[in-house]
């Protein structure tokens, strides 16, 4: 493995294309062995479970990729948030959170980038505080920040939620395409 894969615990760094690249190298290595004694007649394993291994393996990089992602978002956007100041009252320094519509509160603030984002989207305009970025995109990304700021705020698996949601969703039923294009299906 290349060093600036692998973190100071020894552990490969999934943050990193190449870190995915290289444990996927890697587990296909650990493979090859038993793959190659299909020749020599001393273990079979079929098309069909050489490709269920590969598939288990990108499965795995996906999960645990997406939940150090989110994660590292969650930890960044509050951060910021927090060294900014937006987590304290600014008269009398008090957590804004002991007041018991602070989270409903944060969740209009969500809904109002997202808003921005439809109106950017509606009018075809270019972010006014980053020019050279379509609107829509800013805003969802405003959008995206508060989320995981509020999601670090009170301490939430935001990333572990996210991926279990991401794997409940792949096996709904009302999520597959012939159900959508069923009678009474959901059209978006």
Request: net charge negative; hydrophobic share 40%; with cysteine.
């Amino acid at each position: 493995m290349s060093e600036n894969t692998v973190n100071t615990t020894g552990e490969v760094d999934m943050n990193t294309q190449s870190g995915v690249k290289t444990l996927r190298e890697e587990f296909e290595g650990l493979y090859a062995g038993i793959f190659d004694l299909q020749k020599s007649g001393d273990a079979y394993l079929s098309p069909v479970t050489q490709a269920a291994a590969i598939a288990w393996f990108d499965a795995w990089v996906s999960f645990t990729t997406v939940e150090h992602a989110a994660g590292a978002l969650q930890l960044n956007c509050h951060g910021a948030a927090k060294r900014a100041g937006w987590w304290q009252h600014p008269a009398t320094g008090e957590p804004v959170q002991n007041n018991p519509y602070c989270f409903s509160n944060k969740l209009m603030l969500i809904v109002s980038e997202v808003s921005e984002a439809m109106e950017g989207d509606r009018k075809n305009l270019m972010d006014d505080k980053l020019p050279h970025r379509p609107m829509r995109e800013v805003e969802l990304a405003d959008a995206v920040i508060r989320i995981f700021d509020l999601a670090g705020a009170y301490d939430m698996d935001l990333g572990g939620a996210i991926q279990e949601k991401l794997a409940f969703n792949a096996q709904r039923p009302d999520h597959k395409l012939a159900t959508r294009q069923a009678a009474g299906g959901k059209a978006y």
